[in-house]
């Protein structure tokens, strides 16, 4: 797998958008770049994935370099409950990652201030 | 409401003893998985399974022990726990096919 690079933590004011940078030089062509977060030790809630081009849902958009070596999550109107920790993985996607699934590294600790 | 449930959600328990921590979802997922996080490391990938009665090994799978004899339900067995696998715990569940992981909301162990 790829591997990925974060900054340790953010802080973002409330209301605000909140960019979270990941770099991921080595990634494949076929590797995907997935985005999920941590609240205080929930389950792992997936935001997004994309492959090369920049994707937009519900939760967030991400945005990713034409070269592919790093892209950056958009939480566009961050919320106190957005404070969390955000793992960026390079991973093969659908059923190419059947088996050894994901792994998660240290993320970044997001924390939205009022 | 699709979702992953895990019970029992806190557990302490003694060396040695034997224990199972369930996992079920229903989504009619293909492909389910355990995870351990623990401080510094991550989340590790325990054991994962393809179907029913198709499982692996992850990244740690040493005294863990799993089955998939219900394509619904993907419990995990520690034989003989000891105080090393104090962790957190986490099932998830997947659609071949599609990319995103639905995680349940964990399992504290603690071995003393």
């Known amino acids: 797998d790829a591997k990925t690079t974060q900054p340790p933590s953010m802080d973002c004011a409330e209301g605000r958008a909140a960019n979270l940078p990941c770099n991921h030089s080595?990634?494949?062509?076929?590797?995907?770049v997935y985005w999920y977060r941590q609240i205080h030790s929930q389950g792992p809630q997936y935001i997004i994935h994309?492959?090369?081009n920049n994707e937009t849902n519900e939760m967030a958009s991400l945005i990713i370099t034409e070269d592919r070596k790093s892209s950056t999550l958009i939480l566009p109107h961050a919320t106190l409950r957005d404070t969390a920790v955000y793992y960026c993985?390079?991973?093969?996607?659908?059923?190419?990652?059947?088996?050894?699934?994901?792994?998660f590294g240290g993320g970044t600790r997001l924390m939205v201030k009022p | 409401e699709a979702q992953v449930t895990q019970n029992p959600r806190y557990l302490i328990t003694v060396t040695g003893k034997k224990l199972t921590v369930t996992c079920s979802q229903n989504?009619?997922?293909?492909?389910m998985s355990w995870y351990r996080q623990d401080p510094g490391l991550g989340l590790r990938q325990i054991y994962y399974?393809?179907?029913?009665?198709?499982?692996d090994k992850g990244d740690v799978p040493e005294g863990y022990k799993v089955s998939r004899k219900e394509k619904r339900n993907f419990p995990l067995i520690l034989e003989s726990p000891s105080p090393n696998q104090t962790s957190l715990y986490f099932c998830?569940?997947?659609?071949?096919?599609?990319?995103?992981?639905?995680f349940g909301p964990g399992t504290r162990l603690t071995v003393t």
């Open positions: 080595t990634i494949s062509g076929n590797e995907y």
């Open positions: 994309g492959l090369k």
């Open positions: 993985i390079v991973r093969l996607g659908g059923t190419n990652n059947a088996g050894n699934m994901l792994t």
């Open positions: 998830a569940s997947k659609s071949e096919g599609r990319n995103e992981q639905y």
């Open positions: 399974s393809m179907n029913v009665e198709v499982t």
């Open positions: 989504m009619n997922h293909e492909y």
